[in-house]
């Protein structure tokens, strides 16, 4: 579990500065823009290679259940994961309706996901975890509120739309088949 937190506390913490302005501005001023971007980069794949490394060794040893998630709920958060990909599809595609609507797609699709798989798992590791990646999202998002950083506006649907639809819903149903093998639990006929 330590590293897992360890990961958690490099990955977000890095994470943090994106909406944090200010202190991001001062690092940037004070190491340049293609250091700053590079640290932050390096530090961002090392909290989420900890954070991987130590989820699956917290789930091989460490497991501890909290709560048994009623059946439901994982049927719910395999629904949720959908849109959650179809935005996430949407924060690299072209400007449309979708992309608009959101406001600021990845936060959303990350907020989605992280809600879908805490409410599908209720042992400790998944509630920090998810818990973690989805209070960081409300946070970031509040702050990007605050500041009036909106996104794009609105669009009408288009190429941009078929692209996020098309993408996203491809994303998703390749990682509904290969969860087993990225993640070694299965989400489709899955007993109980």
């Known amino acids: 579990m330590t590293i897992l937190l360890l990961g958690l506390v490099i990955f977000l913490g890095v994470h943090t500065l994106t909406p944090l302005r200010e202190r991001r501005g001062a690092l940037i001023g004070r190491f340049g823009e293609t250091a700053y971007k590079g640290a932050y980069s390096v530090a961002s794949l090392i909290g989420l290679a900890l954070i991987v490394y130590g989820f699956g060794a917290y789930r091989a040893g460490g497991y501890i259940p909290v709560w048994e998630p009623p059946t439901w709920t994982r049927h719910l958060s395999i629904l949720l994961v959908w849109p959650a990909f179809i935005a996430l599809a949407a924060a690299y595609s ?28 209720g042992d400790l590791g998944s509630m920090i975890l998810f818990g973690s990646l989805l209070g960081w999202s409300v946070f970031d998002r509040i702050k990007v509120k605050k500041r009036g950083d909106f996104g794009p506006g609105p669009a009408p649907f288009g190429k941009g739309d078929v692209i996020t639809l098309v993408v996203g819903t491809a994303l998703y149903v390749a990682l509904l088949l290969l969860h087993p093998l990225l993640i070694g639990v299965s989400v489709i006929g899955r007993v109980s």
């Open 94 to 121: 072209p400007a449309g309706k979708i992309k608009g609507a959101l406001k600021h797609p990845m936060l959303v699709g990350v907020k989605i996901w992280a809600l879908a798989h805490l409410i599908a798992n």
